[in-house]
């Protein structure tokens, strides 16, 4: 199996409490973005003590209550399914703090981690506080709700969006990558991929590759899998009948998503 490719894997860590992914510098080749995904039963509560690392936690489904050793945000979450397409809300944490999450209601959440010394305050980013944006045109159409965009200065590095992709329909296309510190020109951003489907039985296509080819993986991507994104570009097409969302995580030297469009196919968008 693909090392950039990783199946849920649902692992009961204690009552209540179980780790659906796991990605870390230690697992992976990443060295800026690590990522988890948890689910809480009802009452269940998830703890953690933040080293050198922001953490940006996503409700993705489900009503949860998230506090600091400051603050308290209570009956956080807006929906039962991603696919009820409404943004959620989610609070950002500082490097050297202490979170804690509890479950009002069965949930699910996301648990976007990079890199950070530099200690900002403690932020609950609401659902209406998501720029929801519509990219695209014809089978290139998908729409982005914004959580923690290049433009919100609250994290040091993080930047968490999620997208919508109507079925038959191509997502991050025409190919780019953001693999270079070479600024304005592109960022250098890692990426994780976490993905759903409706109806949850279908597939999705996900391709990384490099110009040179030294890396060129196309995976067959089902429910719930996470697609771990290094370098390279990474385009997503979506079979007739489904629909498709995915997480995404990046973070890297410089919190700036500045990509670069593969020249063999950027006159797509042109047409």
Excluded at 112 to 124: A, F, G, H, V
Excluded at 147 to 153: E, K, N
Excluded at 161 to 179: A, I, L, M, Q, R
Aim: proline share 6%; glycine share 6%; hydrophobic share 30%.
């Amino acid at each position: 199996m693909s090392k950039l490719l990783r199946k849920p894997g649902k692992t009961e860590m204690r009552d209540g409490i179980t780790l659906v992914h796991d990605v870390t510098s230690e697992n992976s080749s990443l060295e800026y973005v690590n990522f988890k995904m948890v689910d809480l039963a009802p009452g269940a509560t998830y703890s953690e003590e933040l080293g050198k690392q922001e953490c940006c936690i996503v409700a993705v489904t489900g009503k949860i209550t998230v506090s600091d050793k400051e603050f308290t945000f209570e009956n956080l979450g807006t929906r039962e399914s991603v696919f009820e397409k409404v943004p959620t809300d989610s609070v950002y944490v500082s490097n050297d703090n202490t979170f804690e999450v509890k479950a009002v209601s069965q949930a699910r959440i996301a648990l976007c981690y990079s890199p950070s010394e530099k200690q900002l305050p403690t932020k609950l980013i609401s659902a209406s506080d998501n720029g929801v944006e519509y990219r695209g045109k014809g089978n290139n159409k998908r729409m982005v709700h914004n959580i923690l965009p290049d433009s919100d200065p609250s994290a040091n590095s993080l930047l968490v969006v999620e997208v919508f992709t109507e079925s038959g329909n191509w997502s991050s296309y025409p190919p780019h990558k953001h693999d270079q510190d070479n600024l304005p020109e592109e960022s250098f951003l890692e990426e994780t991929y976490y993905h759903e489907m409706n109806p949850p039985q279908g597939f999705v296509f996900q391709r990384v590759y490099t110009d040179d080819r030294s890396l060129d993986e196309t995976m067959t991507v089902e429910n719930e899998y996470v697609v771990i994104v290094p370098v390279g570009y990474h385009p997503v097409g979506v079979p007739e009948g489904y629909t498709s969302y995915y997480l995404n995580v990046m973070a890297g030297p410089t919190r700036v998503w500045k990509f670069h469009n593969d020249p063999d196919h950027e006159w797509i968008l042109k047409g």
